[in-house]
């Protein structure tokens, strides 16, 4: 295979090795969430939830440092994405009339408009990142109002919409963490499609000890919440 086709061949495979890996993620979760860190963690927000809204006047304060915290990292993830894209922008534009001496280290199709694809496929990537974690702030913001009112003490239906919310804003702030991933094959493309297959095929592997958990972290989480669950859904049913 020429040097110059290896980009219309490994990048596409790598992007399909990491799509398919976060396809399957996708279904493992809305069949089975138990078994993927993801879905865990959706069911301990929920809880957590129903326990600080039992007492809104006696937990408020410790919901809203909690829900602070989680803007925090969404700000600081938005904050670094759009910075990042900015530095790139500028890097373009600036590199655009310079010389091919980086091109030295690149194995692979070396045309200028390769290179323009590459870097515009990664402030994207940045700019996608950006806007999922914008809308999980709008999503955390909004639960620290809700979780705060203490008329829906005692009111399970409203107290499922604002675990919907906080879970919202979770799964977003997840899918920005998701397009941070990304960003590494994409920015190992610059110095060829080689590194940049190998990238997502170790980066796929990684994610799939990460986002999977372990029989004996399902058992641990399964008796640490299905008695307390019970109580607090019963107690939230009851009149206030």
Same mark, same amino acid.
């Given at each position: 295979?020429?040097?110059?086709?290896?980009?219309?061949?490994?990048?596409?495979?790598?992007?399909?090795?990491?799509?398919?890996?976060?396809?399957?993620?996708? @279904?493992?979760?809305?069949?089975?969430? &138990?078994?993927?860190?993801?879905?865990?963690?959706?069911?301990?927000?929920?809880?957590?939830?129903?326990?600080? *809204?039992?007492?809104?006047?006696?937990?408020?304060?410790?919901?809203?440092?909690?829900?602070?915290?989680? &803007? *925090?990292?969404?700000?600081?993830?938005?904050?670094?994405?759009?910075?990042?894209?900015?530095? &790139?922008?500028?890097?373009?534009?600036?590199?655009?009339?310079?010389?091919?001496?980086?091109?030295?280290?690149?194995?692979?199709?070396?045309?200028?408009?390769?290179?323009?694809? !590459?870097?515009?496929? @990664?402030?994207?990537?940045?700019?996608?990142?950006?806007?999922?974690?914008?809308? %999980?702030?709008?999503?955390?913001?909004?639960?620290?109002?809700?979780?705060?009112?203490?008329?829906?003490?005692?009111? !399970?239906?409203?107290?499922?919409?604002?675990?919907?919310?906080?879970?919202?804003?979770?799964?977003?702030?997840?899918?920005?963490?998701?397009?941070?991933?990304?960003?590494?094959?994409?920015?190992?493309?610059?110095?060829?499609?080689?590194?940049?297959?190998?990238?997502?095929?170790? *980066?796929?592997?990684?994610?799939?000890?990460?986002?999977?958990?372990?029989?004996?972290?399902?058992?641990?989480?399964?008796? %640490?919440?299905?008695?307390?669950?019970?109580?607090?859904?019963?107690?939230?049913?009851?009149?206030?």
């Amino acid at each position: 295979m020429e040097e110059e086709q290896l980009d219309y061949v490994l990048v596409p495979l790598g992007l399909l090795v990491f799509g398919t890996y976060h396809v399957w993620l996708l @279904i493992t979760i809305l069949r089975y969430p &138990i078994r993927t860190v993801v879905g865990l963690n959706a069911q301990s927000r929920r809880q957590w939830a129903l326990s600080m *809204m039992t007492d809104p006047l006696k937990n408020g304060v410790l919901a809203v440092q909690t829900i602070r915290n989680n &803007i *925090m990292a969404s700000t600081l993830l938005a904050t670094t994405a759009i910075t990042l894209s900015s530095l &790139i922008g500028v890097f373009v534009s600036t590199s655009s009339n310079s010389g091919n001496t980086a091109s030295r280290l690149v194995y692979g199709n070396k045309t200028a408009f390769l290179s323009s694809i !590459k870097y515009f496929a @990664i402030l994207l990537c940045f700019l996608v990142a950006f806007l999922l974690n914008v809308q %999980s702030i709008r999503y955390y913001a909004h639960v620290s109002f809700l979780a705060t009112v203490p008329t829906w003490k005692g009111q !399970k239906d409203y107290i499922e919409y604002v675990a919907r919310n906080l879970n919202r804003g979770s799964y977003f702030w997840s899918l920005g963490l998701r397009a941070f991933y990304l960003s590494f094959p994409l920015f190992l493309w610059i110095f060829g499609p080689i590194p940049m297959f190998v990238c997502c095929c170790i *980066m796929s592997c990684v994610l799939y000890f990460l986002d999977t958990s372990t029989s004996f972290t399902r058992h641990l989480h399964t008796n %640490s919440l299905k008695g307390v669950a019970y109580d607090d859904v019963e107690s939230v049913g009851q009149p206030s």
